[in-house]
């Protein structure tokens, strides 16, 4: 048997426009005026200031949102949060990869079973079938169940087993240099998706590109 893994956000979907401009709007719905842009670069600096969340990712991106507005007015922060929360739990902010379809489909027609591995929450399940995703994988392994966050190889591990898979008999693919790492500690071959158009042995501009590697 062999497997192919995938990470979520980045890899077979994108956020659609960016998260200051779904911010901003969210915001303005509340009375709120905010410059997405300036909204976006300190979304960035509150991602990345914290480690992936491993339990309770609601109130990690309660963190991370309240970081992004500080100094910023809410008539009601907790009632702004909870409508965020909610939107990217739906298919509204998201927008799938014109390949990603085509691309599982045709690697479920050759028998291989397929997995996502992602540092999302509980809400990547209402995205993944909102995206009409869902029934392409038979597994799909999240770090807030699972306990362990990418880089953590056991977070890879784990969907492994679930899939009755060893590791050389499967690679991953993802868009993070957490994706790699974790992948490669885990004893998974891996193929970082670079869709600026950089393109090496390791790095794929599509997801498309696989059916041309020699795993298959």
């Known amino acids: 048997m062999k497997a192919v893994l ?4 980045g890899t077979l979907f994108g956020v659609r426009g960016s998260v200051g401009e779904i911010y901003s709007a969210i915001a ?3 009375g709120v005026k905010s410059d997405p842009e300036a909204i976006e670069q300190h979304f960035r600096k509150a991602f990345a200031a914290r480690r992936p969340p491993k339990a ?3 109130s990690w991106w309660r963190s991370v949102v309240a970081q992004t ?4 007015d809410f008539p009601d922060f907790e009632a702004y949060f909870a409508r965020v929360w909610h939107h990217f739990a739906t298919a509204e902010p998201w927008f799938v990869y014109p390949e990603t379809v ?4 045709e690697l479920r027609s050759r028998s ?8 999302f929450d509980e809400r990547l399940y209402p995205v993944l079938e909102a995206l009409d995703l869902r029934g392409y994988f038979q597994v799909v392994a999240i770090s807030t169940e699972v306990g362990h966050a990418k880089p953590d190889p056991r977070l890879f591990a784990h969907a492994l087993q679930r899939l009755g ?3 050389d008999a499967a690679i991953h693919i993802g868009d993070s240099s957490e994706d790699v790492i974790g992948a490669k500690a885990a004893g998974i071959r891996v193929f970082k998706v670079d869709r600026s158009g950089a393109l090496s042995a390791d790095t794929i501009d599509s997801l498309a590109r696989l059916l041309e590697t020699d795993y298959f």
């Open 56 to 58: 309770d990712a609601r």
């Open 69 to 72: 507005f500080t100094n910023t």
């Open 28 to 30: 303005r719905t509340f």
């Open 112 to 119: 291989l079973v397929l997995a996502v591995v992602s540092n």
């Open 6 to 9: 995938f990470d979520a956000v």
């Open 102 to 105: 085509g691309v599982l489909a």
């Open 165 to 167: 898979c060893s590791a």
